[in-house]
T-cell receptor, first 113, second 111 residues
Framework: DTAVSQTPKYLVTQMGNDKSIKCEQN?????MYWYKQDSKKFLKIMFS???????INETVPNRFSPKSPDKAHLNLHINSLELGDSAVYFC????????????FGQGTRLTVV | DAKTTQPNSMESNEEEPVHLPCNHS???????IHWYRQLPSQGPEYVIH???SNVNNRMASLAIAEDRKSSTLILHRATLRDAAVYYC????????????FGKGTKLTVNP
């Protein structure tokens, strides 16, 4: 069983479209994250949710809207996609306790054409 | 989050030990040192973490300098599967909710 699973793995879409990426974790963790890895391979946090509540929003454009229907799911919806949104998006989760291991999904490679 | 400095790249031969250094001269007393790695086309994965004492687990060892301004991740016998980007990250004891990734060290393992 995959601990943190993301769908789809690959997503190719045109500029201006709206798309969603789904993330599910079966580890019982309270905290979930979205990270973005750009073409230069820098990994940057976008959002963090703790038990369905947004706790970190790293100055991400409001075209990006995370949604957590329950603590096992954190989906990422992106409106009006732009070329610069092309990247690999990683979902992650960790327990509430500080300084514990975070588990990452396999990533979703988004290409905007 | 305090900064870390790592070499951009390192090379090793298969079945030899690898010592990956990390400098964190501005580390505070409550910062834990975490290591993650990212294999090609995969998400990051946890390797090890520690506060003051050296730590061992099935993947690696973490040696922390006495003044805590540097640390070294030790892979005892490198395999081709260990080729990855290794990230050294500081996290506050209070458990800052995010991992701040730097550029990391790209490890190449030669057969």
């Amino acid at each position: 069983d995959t601990a943190v699973s993301q769908t789809p793995k690959y997503l190719v879409t045109q500029m201006g479209n709206d798309k969603s990426i789904k993330c599910e974790q079966n580890l019982g963790h309270d905290t979930m994250y979205w990270y973005k890895q750009d073409s230069k391979k820098f990994l940057k946090i976008m959002f963090s949710y703790n038990n369905k509540e947004l706790i970190i929003n790293e100055t991400v454009p409001n075209r990006f809207s995370p949604k957590s229907p329950d603590k096992a799911h954190l989906n990422l919806h992106i409106n009006s996609l732009e070329l610069g949104d092309s990247a690999v998006y990683f979902c992650a989760s960790s327990p509430r306790e500080p300084n514990t291991e975070a588990f990452f999904g396999q990533g979703t490679r988004l290409t905007v054409v | 989050d305090a900064k870390t400095t790592q070499p951009n790249s390192m090379e090793s031969n298969e079945e030899e030990p690898v010592h990956l250094p990390c400098n964190h001269s501005t580390i505070s007393g409550t910062d834990y040192i975490h290591w993650y790695r990212q294999l090609p086309s995969q998400g990051p994965e946890y390797v090890i973490h520690g506060l003051t004492s050296n730590v061992n687990n099935r993947m690696a060892s973490l040696a922390i300098a006495e003044d805590r301004k540097s640390s070294t991740l030790i892979l005892h016998r490198a395999t081709l599967r260990d080729a990855a980007v290794y990230y050294c990250i500081l996290r506050d004891k209070g458990g800052s909710e995010k991992l701040v990734f730097g550029k990391g060290t790209k490890l190449t393992v030669n057969p």
